[in-house]
């Protein structure tokens, strides 16, 4: 069976994709896991409405009562904005999802996957999963990164989520040959930070040049992309404030045996009480403009095919 033929894509985004016009699919599990109410719904919403100012129709995408859905309506993102009972699915969760009818947020993986099964080919969040730092966690290697290796999808993002190894995961994205573009910068953003200190493969500037790589790379019979653009900097945290919280953070999660799916979760909800919600608000801040230049670059990947 064709794997596109158990998803609910939703009447907007069918139209749209009938149509050809631009859509940028968003992920669920930031919702779910990643921020706390009500600050996790202003960032749905405020992502969906920064993709339908630049004229694209947005498609949140999770797994509803066991259905991998594509255009959450607004009383369905606040199911997950209050987030009982609802599992975070990355890829390899979702055939149990689907077959257990869970209610469940889609990682940047899982979103990619369903999106790309759509026929959507741009996503935005805030941050990829990436390598965990510490030895306990070598092997804590999120599936984001496979994913992007196979599944021809942009992720628009503001690069690695901070508490991951930067360097390490740009080594792993490199071995598996994904091009990482970094918008309007030379250096890969690290999420609340607005540079890692470490290059991009390449800089665009516009998202005309950032459509026309995309482009050429699925000529080439690619998988995914990131383009990544650093927070704005009235909400960017700087690295030595962060650090400090962080390597707090990592020690309560080693003390608590905390590992797997719940530690990135867990990483951030303590990084939140430690910046006093700074790195909420920029979390919120990148979404939403991760959110338009999706839209850009969609509408960019629209011209290009007519
Ligand atoms: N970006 C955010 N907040 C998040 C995440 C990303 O701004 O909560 C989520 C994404 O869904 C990403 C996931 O795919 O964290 C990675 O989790 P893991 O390290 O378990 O693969
Ligand atoms: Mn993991």
Request: proline share 6%.
């Amino acid at each position: 069976m064709n794997p596109s033929a158990i998803l609910d894509i939703r009447p907007e985004v069918a139209v749209a994709l009938r149509e050809c016009s631009p859509i940028v699919a968003l992920e669920s599990t930031l919702i779910s896991h990643g921020l706390p109410w009500p600050i996790n719904i202003e960032t749905a919403r405020g992502g969906e409405k920064a993709v339908r100012e630049e004229g694209a129709v947005p498609a949140t995408i999770a797994v509803l009562h066991g259905r991998p859905t594509v255009g959450l309506s607004d009383s369905e993102l606040e199911i997950f904005a209050k987030g009982e009972g609802i599992l975070k699915a990355s890829r390899r969760d979702l055939a149990v999802a689907i077959s257990k009818g869970h209610t469940a947020g889609t990682t940047v993986a899982a979103t990619m996957f369903i999106a790309h099964q759509a026929g959507i080919s741009v996503m935005a969040t805030g941050g990829i999963g990436g390598a965990h730092r510490l030895p306990a966690n070598l092997w804590d290697i999120s599936s984001d990164l496979f994913e992007l290796a196979r599944t021809p999808v942009a992720v628009v993002c503001a690069g690695a989520k901070s508490i991951v190894d930067i360097p390490r995961t740009l080594e792993i994205l490199e071995t598996l040959g994904v091009p990482v573009i970094g918008f309007g910068t030379d250096e890969f953003p690290s999420f609340y930070v607005r540079s890692s200190g470490r290059p991009v493969s390449a800089r665009v500037d516009t998202p005309e040049e950032a459509a026309k790589i995309c482009q050429a790379h699925w000529q080439l019979r690619g998988g995914g992309i990131v383009l990544a653009q650093p927070v704005s900097t009235d909400f960017a945290l700087d690295s030595s404030e962060l650090e400090l919280a962080l390597a707090r953070a990592e020690k309560e999660a080693v003390d608590a045996k905390i590992h797997g799916p719940a530690l990135t979760p867990f990483l951030l909800a303590r990084l939140a009480e430690a910046t006093d919600g700074k790195s909420l608000r920029a979390n919120r801040a990148s979404v939403i403009e991760n959110a338009r230049l999706a839209a850009r670059i969609a509408k960019g990947m629209c011209t290009m095919a007519r």
